[in-house]
């Protein structure tokens, strides 16, 4: 019985290994043929049907891929592989930058309630004269 086992695992293991080799391979390919500047936004690529899909990390790509679907079709069917009736983008993008903690604000310094009435007193316009001695208020209550 384990025999079978084992047997059976060294048989999942090597189509495993096989498919990792044909994927690398299709990738290898489709990197060689796409133009310089795409190279480093293929993220993934598979032959499915009459499809080549390929997949990048931004839509911005996808129409320098198109612009160079027949170079890639071609060395497709150079390297000996079935040649594709179509070519089919998707965008896998890259993952989210973690988030930053949130700074809080420093609060202000004892000082500044006194100095806010004191700017208040010496404005003639009541509207703001009335807001900076609310403003002041509210630090002081904020302190006790």
Not at 19 to 47: C, F, K, N, T
Not at 73 to 102: C, I, N, S, W, Y
């Given at each position: ?80 592989l ?7 983008t ?20 004892p ?34």
């Amino acid at each position: 019985m384990k025999s079978a086992i084992r047997l059976q695992q060294h048989a999942t293991w090597t189509a495993l290994r096989e498919a990792v080799e044909r994927y690398r391979g299709l990738h290898d390919q489709i990197a060689r043929a796409a133009p310089a500047s795409l190279r480093p936004h293929i993220v993934a690529v598979a032959l499915r049907e009459d499809a080549l899909h390929v997949w990048l990390d931004s839509g911005v790509w996808a129409t320098r891929l198109h612009q160079s679907q027949l170079a890639l079709l071609d060395a497709l069917e150079a390297a000996g592989l079935p040649r594709p009736q179509r070519v089919r983008t998707h965008v896998r993008p890259a993952e989210r930058p973690p988030r930053r903690p949130v700074r809080r604000a420093t609060p202000p310094p004892p000082e500044m309630p006194d100095q806010l009435t004191q700017l208040a007193d010496s404005i003639r316009h009541p509207q703001l004269q009335e807001r900076l001695k609310k403003l002041a208020d509210t630090l002081r209550r904020q302190r006790r």
